[in-house]
């Protein structure tokens, strides 16, 4: 069974930095793509970075220029390194990886490491 696990959340200080990292376990393959969402209450899951097998990278507006996400070169570990942090950065932040493997699409999730930022 895959399981991913989030770690590294805390409460900072706008501006103050903070380093998430998900670590799997169970896959006996390489997850395509992986990447982290955060979700606030009331409102929908968004997605905040993802980063494929080939090192291709995605950012959501709201944090280019801020966060870097980054993945061990073998391992089915992602990073999320976020810098100049904001309250708006507040939320749960969840670990994810999809793809598709034997021709099945696979999609899974962290249960969440909670970011706050205060003002």
């Known amino acids: 069974q895959v399981q991913l696990e989030e770690s590294g959340g805390g409460l900072v200080q706008a501006g103050e930095s903070l380093s998430l990292t998900c670590v799997s376990s169970?896959?006996?393959?390489?997850?395509?793509?992986m990447g982290w969402f955060r979700q606030v209450p009331g409102k929908e899951r968004e997605s905040v970075a993802s980063i494929t097998g080939g090192a291709s990278t995605n950012y959501a507006d709201s944090v280019k220029g801020r966060f870097t996400v980054s993945r061990h070169s073998t391992a089915n570990t992602v990073y999320l390194q976020m810098n100049n942090l904001k309250p708006e950065d507040t939320a749960v932040y969840y670990c994810n990886a999809n793809g598709n493997y034997a021709y099945r699409p696979y999609n899974f999730w962290g249960r969440g490491t909670q970011v706050t930022v205060s003002s």
């Open positions: 169970g896959s006996r393959f390489r997850f395509e793509t």
